[in-house]
């Protein structure tokens, strides 16, 4: 059995790993994953969108800019503090009322796992490989608040690098990566009981070493499939990447593209 709680992420995002994913993605592939959103949710500019979990709100600027009307969620506090402030910077440079201006993008602190509000957003997405992070029924609490908060027709798309299908054919027991000033090297544990993969990661940087342990659940496409139906969604598109591959055994990443269903049974839209 595993010794690292399921509520791990409850104390791993500040610090190091903040700077890590900072440093890890570079603005083009922020721009490629825009794009990418831009097609698959097919929303007229000042459509109101959910970003969950936003991180620094680098996707939700980017859209903000594009005209979007940008919701972003997230447990980090140095995350929301992060993006709280760019908001506050780009209400000095621009007037209120200019695309991607100040009062196009909202921050809120909070939990995938209680996502709030009925039938508010145009569309979803949750990116930046975080779909991993939720035991089973955590994952039922999320998926189902991310329906309820989406207006009936709307549009959900899922970016993930811990899919089975991607994790599973080249497992590595430990990895060590250089990612800007940060040496990181991740060790990791398949836990085939579980289907979950226990990780410890080991940041060094300018001579200071500070580990943290992560856990991921690692589900199937058909796993994620039946878990989106069961909470009110219907499946249009699997993709293995964002030129729109089809998903395949080895794909690097899984997009899904999902429309929550127009039907508003109970059971859908239950709040737990
Ligand atoms: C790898 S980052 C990705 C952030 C963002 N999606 C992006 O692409 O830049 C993972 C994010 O998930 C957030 N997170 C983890 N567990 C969460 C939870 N239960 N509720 C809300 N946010 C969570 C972390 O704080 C962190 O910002």
Redesign the pocket.
Known sequence: MSEIPTNW?EDF?HGVPLDL?RQA?PPEKTMAEADFLVKALRLDPGSHLLD?????G??AFELAKRGYRMTG????EE?IAEARSSVIRLGKDQPPATAGGSDSVEFML????RIEGEAIYDGAYC????FG??EYADMESFLNGVARSLKPGARFVIETGMAAESILPKFEAESSHQIGDIHVTIREQYLADESCVDSEYIFERHGKTESRKAKHWIYTAGEIRRMLERAGFEIRELFGSLDCRPFALGSVELFVIADRRRSTSNEELSTD
């Open positions: 992420y995002f994913w993605i969950v979990p936003c991180g620094n680098r996707l969620v997230d447990i980090s995350f909070g939990d995938m796992r990116f930046g490989n975080s992070f939720l």
